[in-house]
């Protein structure tokens, strides 16, 4: 579990929600202790995933680079 409460740290990301659903928002919060916690917007009860910043910032890397791509 996150050590603090990211509570108003979240940011939802720019390419989500463009459908006017809401489907496929991702939020993200960047936490003072070096990680970054990612949360589904549709379901907020759930825990979020959470990873360090390097790890945050080398996936980041990759879709801006076309890893993920179908």
Known sequence: MLALDPSGAWRKSSFSGGNGGGDGC??????????????????????????????????LAGVRAGEFDA
């Open 26 to 59: 991702v939020e993200v919060a960047v936490l003072p202790v070096g990680v970054v916690a990612v949360r589904d917007t549709k379901d907020r009860a759930r825990p979020p995933h959470v990873h360090s910043a390097p790890a945050w910032r080398e996936f």
